[in-house]
Nanobody
Framework: VQLQASGGGLVQAGGSLRLSCVAS????????IDWYRQVPGQQRELVAS???????EYSDVVKGRFTMSRDSAKSTVYLQMNSLKPDDTAVYYC?????????WGPGTLVTVSS
């Protein structure tokens, strides 16, 4: 299984970015996919999730600003991030459970300047 995240970059506070995560080697359609983020020296935190039938959950810190979606035909999930804040600066990872183990992609860096 491979999870490849992309779309990170440098953006000013108040700006937007859209992250993508392409999954391969797994049955994508029924699978829950999660977005996590991690700041160096801190624990990785769950940001957003989407189930196979499209149900979404968000952490309180991003609710109302971030929107997750999926395109099963492309085995891809997206994280639309609006109204970005400097505190959103982190490496963002997409993740899923595969063979009862949490599997991670390599991550994409998001930097929000003030």
């Amino acid at each position: 299984v491979q999870l490849q995240a992309s779309g990170g970059g440098l953006v000013q506070a108040g700006g937007s970015l859209r992250l993508s995560c392409v999954a391969s080697g797994i049955a994508f359609r029924p699978r829950r996919i999660d977005w996590y983020r991690q700041v160096p020296g801190q624990q990785r935190e769950l940001v957003a999730s989407i189930t196979g039938n499209g149900n979404k959950e968000y952490s309180d810190v991003v609710k109302g600003r971030f929107t997750m979606s999926r395109d099963s035909a492309k085995s891809t999930v997206y994280l639309q991030m609006n109204s970005l804040k400097p505190d959103d600066t982190a490496v963002y990872y997409c993740s899923t459970i595969f063979n009862w183990r949490r599997t991670w992609g390599p991550g994409t860096l998001v930097t929000v300047s003030s």
